[in-house]
């Protein structure tokens, strides 16, 4: 199984709701990866696990909230979005050590709408 | 500083003819160089990648690539476009960060394809 699997793929939510993005791999990576991706830009990263642990955040707002509970499944919790944080979510894995550590494999994304 | 370069943010080719996309790098050590594309709404997939030997790389759906370190460049080529090929390309590379790794994306390069 060579998939990154990602739901919901679309998610519609007002700024006081409370919803969780989900993100799975079956692969044995032990790096997984949220980017956020705005209309024709490149994918912004978000946060990176390594070995379930949190590595780096890139100084996300504290309305989005990385979860991982175990080294196949990765969530993003939201809460009180605003609507300029409406884009295409993307998760990733990689395998997190030596040279094949590099190569990431991407899910199909949420496509997030603030309301 | 690190960073990828992609000088064209738009191309149109016809369909059938050659294709070659850009991508520059600035990177301090061995860069570990990656293209990807996008359909609209959808993940990225992987089309090639380059680590180290052979500096032409052979890629899926037609696509190679060459490394040029001289250059810092790692352009992307196909010899016959088709109308499917039409979508946004991002050219990558891979950095150590955290005690794990990430991804240094160019801006992109929308394919036009003409019928």
């Known amino acids: 199984d060579t998939e990154v699997t990602q739901t919901p793929k679309h998610l519609v939510m007002g700024m006081t709701n409370k919803k969780s993005l989900k993100c799975e791999q079956h692969?044995?990576?032990?790096?997984m990866y949220w980017y956020k991706q705005k209309a024709k830009k490149p994918p912004e990263l978000m946060f990176v696990?390594?070995?379930?642990?949190?590595?780096i955040n890139e100084s996300v707002p504290s309305r989005f909230s990385p979860e991982c509970p175990n080294s196949s499944l990765l969530n993003l919790h939201l809460h009180a979005l605003q609507p300029e944080d409406s884009a295409l979510y993307l998760c990733?894995?990689?395998?997190?050590?030596?040279?094949?550590?590099?190569?990431?494999?991407f899910g199909p994304g949420t496509r997030l709408t603030v309301l | 500083a690190q960073s990828v370069t992609q000088p064209d943010i738009h191309i149109t080719v016809s369909e059938g003819a050659s294709l070659e996309l850009r991508c520059n790098y600035s990177?301090?050590?061995?860069?570990?160089l990656f293209w990807y594309v996008q359909s609209p709404g959808q993940g990225l997939q992987l089309l090639l990648k380059?680590?180290?030997?052979?500096?032409l790389v052979q890629g899926i759906k037609g696509f190679e690539a060459e490394f040029k370190r001289s250059q810092s460049s790692f352009n992307l080529r196909k010899p016959s476009v088709h109308w499917s090929d039409a979508a946004e390309y991002f050219c990558?590379?891979?950095?150590?960060?955290?005690?794990?790794?990430?991804?240094?994306f160019g801006t992109g390069t929308r394919l036009k394809v003409l019928a």
């Open positions: 990177y301090g050590a061995t860069p570990y």
């Open positions: 990558a590379v891979g950095a150590p960060a955290s005690g794990t790794y990430k991804y240094i």
């Open positions: 696990y390594s070995y379930e642990k949190l590595s």
């Open positions: 990733a894995s990689s395998q997190g050590t030596g040279q094949q550590g590099y190569e990431q494999f």
């Open positions: 692969m044995g990576h032990r790096a």
């Open positions: 380059y680590f180290s030997g052979d500096t």
